[in-house]
């Protein structure tokens, strides 16, 4: 098996692009799922205020999504432009 | 550095058994450790009880054992299944199927400790509900074992299976990947679809007439937390049925690899969040059941929204298969 | 083993393309039907104000499912909604139980019919938005919080689509290849028809029971 420079480059862009995204999805997963979980104690505790509780979660699991969204933009940049 | 196909075969076996053990060891000994722990804290405030803890906590245990109990059984094949056609393909298939199995047990070890630990805390203090609490227990522990289920069929399957018509090169980083996808993909399914059984077991304890409602939010919340396995389960079986054009380049032997790395360990985050939220949900329906229908409407939104990033991962592993 | 993967298709050829249809899952699919069908002629025949028995099945079936709308949706949105779930959630219990009779193949095992059914969710939630908030509100929806979140909206929603038909399909084909290999490793009575119980019945309820409530809720969240 010869292994060339070229294509050991993007063997190792290839890896970085899985490991990215991979290890990536676990912060935003945990986080997101301990907002939700607080969410619910939160409808638990006072039912009136549904809709102002969901948004409020909503928004702050698009905000702890955002370091989910840099791994998949290093990833597509790994995979595709580098 | 040459080595004959059915040496190889031997050495990789030899390791595949020792990671499937190694690793499948660790959750169920956790789990149970929990179970017995609480056991201990359950025995010390309620002693008239202790024939029925006693009981309870075997039984618990016993549950979170059969996880550990696949990797042994997946470890015995491994090295005492003899070999008479040996590819060096097989070799690759061997090491996935150890890892997918080891890692695989982990979550559902230490997740089904926690309806066992949780049920003994709850005869402690109603001593009335303790057979609701043992078929509560013993529903949400067993729905938690999926993911390692879905672990031993992979590596049933990888070590099974004939691949010797595929070709060597790029091949055998699709069954690493496969068996890496799969078992990573299932610690955090196994490990949150507990937390949810855990908060049933208490929220049943506390609430008796609540059985109905916070089973039913328990059984929906562990099915959705589920999902990153199944995500896993299935970029596992196109990295093993599809079949790859040959080629020695190490890019494309590296594409499929890091397709399994990435749904693998994209699998473990989400898998835990949406556990944390249905553990969250089931507790607050015990204590606001007439609310019951909005809290299972806010669990699965939450839930929904925080699997996106095993979406993503999925996409990427997607592509890293089909288009390069 | 051999036949894992194996699928028999129709080809026709129509104007330059093939139109392929997969005749196992079409002919499963029409035994649901005809099963539901079957039921619903059953239960409502001869109705009368003393129940018979099957109607009693049938009214405590519509009941529950019509309570489990209006939990989520307002009552009067329950009334338009109610035949949709309750639809819904009785095919795919029909559907996931049909792997237990023997020769007989659950229709969701293959991707097209709880991808289908996941769009068809998609379509009526977002056409239900945008017809109680108006074009212009749902657009702006897309925009919050921060105007350049908008294309991670949109893959949010696809993403929707994705997980939920993914969800059906994974758990039921999964399921089905698991007892396949057991079946073809283990040669005994006890193994096979326990995990046909549990694959079939126990995990196929719950999931038809997730993808009605996750529909549901996904038509809620659009037009509230």
Redesign the interface.
């Known amino acids: 098996m010869a292994i060339e420079g070229a294509d050991i480059i993007k063997a190792a862009a290839f890896l970085g692009a899985g490991l990215s995204m991979g290890l990536g999805a676990i912060g935003p997963g945990v986080g997101e799922g301990m907002v939700a979980a607080k969410a619910c104690e939160a409808i638990g505790k006072n039912p009136k205020e549904a809709g102002l509780l969901t948004r409020t979660m909503l928004v702050g699991q698009a905000v702890s999504e955002s370091t989910g969204i840099y791994s998949l933009v290093i990833a597509l940049l790994l995979l595709f432009v580098v | 550095m040459s080595a004959e196909p059915q040496s190889l075969i031997n050495v990789a076996a030899y390791l595949a058994g020792g990671i499937a053990m190694g690793f499948g060891a660790v959750g169920a000994a956790i789990g149970e450790g929990y179970t017995a722990a609480q056991a201990n804290l359950s025995v010390s405030r309620n002693s008239e009880n202790s024939g029925d803890l006693f009981k309870n906590m075997l039984v618990g245990q016993a549950v979170a054992e059969s996880a550990s109990i696949f990797a042994l059984v997946i470890a015995i094949l491994l090295l005492f299944l003899d070999h008479p056609d040996a590819t060096v393909i097989k070799a690759a298939a061997f090491i996935g199927a150890g890892i997918c199995m080891g890692c695989g047990a982990i979550g559902s070890g230490v997740g089904s400790g926690f309806p066992g630990g949780q049920a003994c805390w709850g005869i402690a203090r109603q001593p009335a509900v303790t057979s609701r609490l043992t078929t509560n227990m013993l529903i949400g522990s067993a729905v938690c074992q999926t993911p390692a289920i879905f672990s031993m069929v992979v590596a049933l399957m990888l070590i099974f299976m004939d691949f010797s018509q595929a070709p060597l090169a790029p091949t055998w980083a699709a069954l690493i990947g496969a068996g890496l996808s799969t078992g990573l993909a299932a610690i955090g399914s196994g490990f949150g679809g507990g937390l949810a059984a855990g908060a049933s077991c208490e929220g049943i304890a506390r609430q008796p007439e609540t059985v109905g409602n916070v089973t039913t939010t328990m059984l929906v919340g562990q099915a959705v937390a589920q999902t990153p396995s199944i995500f896993g389960l299935l970029v596992s079986f196109i990295l093993m049925f599809k079949s790859f054009p040959e080629s020695t380049t190490l890019s494309a032997a590296m594409a499929l690899l890091a397709a399994g790395l990435c749904m693998g360990f994209g699998g473990i985050g989400p898998g835990i969040g949406n556990g944390n939220t249905a553990e969250g949900a089931v507790r607050w329906v015990a204590r606001n059941v007439t609310h019951a229908g909005e809290l299972m409407r806010m669990m699965l939104v939450g839930q929904a929204v925080s699997q996106s990033t095993a979406i993503y991962a999925m996409v990427v592993s997607l592509v890293l298969i089909f288009v390069l | ?1 051999e036949d ?2 194996r699928v028999y298709q129709l080809l026709i050829p129509v104007g330059g393309h093939t139109v392929v249809l997969n005749l196992n899952v079409i002919l499963m699919t029409w035994i649901v039907f005809g099963i539901l069908l079957i039921l619903g002629y059953l239960a409502t025949r001869k109705s009368g104000f003393m129940p018979r028995p099957m109607q009693l099945v049938g009214e405590m079936i519509v009941d529950q499912l019509y309570g ?1 709308t209006e ?2 949706l307002d009552k009067r949105r329950a009334e338009t909604y109610g035949p949709l779930v309750c639809a819904l959630f009785l095919f795919l219990l029909l559907s996931n139980w049909l792997g237990i009779i023997p020769h007989l193949e659950e229709p969701t095992k293959d991707l097209n019919t709880p991808l289908s059914l996941g769009i068809m969710g998609f379509v009526i939630a977002h056409y239900a938005g945008i017809k109680t908030k108006g074009f212009k509100a749902y657009a702006k929806e897309y925009c ?2 921060m105007f350049f ?1 908008m294309p ?1 909206n949109v ?2 929603e696809m ?2 689509i ?2 939920i038909s ?2 059906l399909f ?2 039921i084909m ?1 399921g089905s ?2 007892i396949l ?2 079946s073809h ?1 283990t040669y005994s009575l006890i193994l096979p028809p326990f995990l046909n119980a549990f694959f079939g019945l126990f ?1 196929g309820t ?2 038809a ?2 993808f009605t ?2 529909t549901v ?1 996904y038509i ?2 659009q037009v ?1």
Request: aromatic share 6%; no cysteine.
């Open positions: 083993m894992l993967g489990l939990d989520a919050e919080p979140m991670l893959i949010g993403a929707k994705v997980s993914f969800r994974g758990n999964g290849i698991i290999v057991v490793l995990v719950i999931q029971f997730v409530m996750l809720v809620s969240v509230k």
